[in-house]
């Protein structure tokens, strides 16, 4: 079995994508953790760790992956929802 793998978009290390939180952009632009990684809509890969989250924030990530403006407060609602899992 090949386990498929992905890039985190902070920290950019490559881990079984089951170790890495998914970050999906949906329809209607919301920005959210996809719990369950099969949500619709453009996807991007964290590690499950706050540091990364954080590193996410000040480098402004998100904007890169999804190639648009992302909020400061949508970063901070990811932290809040990363604390919540
Ligand atoms: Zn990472």
Same mark, same amino acid.
């Given at each position: 079995?090949?386990?498929?793998?992905?890039?985190?978009?902070?920290?950019?290390?490559?881990?079984?994508? !089951?170790?890495?939180?998914?970050?999906?952009?949906?329809?209607? $632009?919301?920005?959210?953790?996809?719990?369950? $990684?099969?949500?619709? $809509?453009? $996807?991007?890969?964290?590690?499950?760790?706050?540091?990364?989250?954080?590193?996410? !924030?000040?480098?402004?990530?998100?904007?890169?992956?999804? !190639?648009?403006?992302?909020?400061?407060?949508?970063?901070?609602?990811?932290?809040?929802?990363?604390?919540?899992?």
């Amino acid at each position: 079995m090949n386990n498929p793998q992905r890039t985190c978009i902070a920290c950019r290390n490559i881990k079984e994508k !089951k170790e890495l939180i998914r970050i999906v952009r949906t329809k209607e $632009g919301e920005i959210e953790i996809d719990k369950t $990684g099969r949500k619709n $809509g453009r $996807g991007a890969y964290i590690c499950n760790d706050i540091k990364c989250f954080e590193i996410l !924030k000040k480098t402004k990530g998100l904007d890169r992956s999804f !190639k648009s403006q992302i909020a400061a407060q949508v970063y901070d609602k990811l932290i809040d929802e990363l604390n919540l899992l």
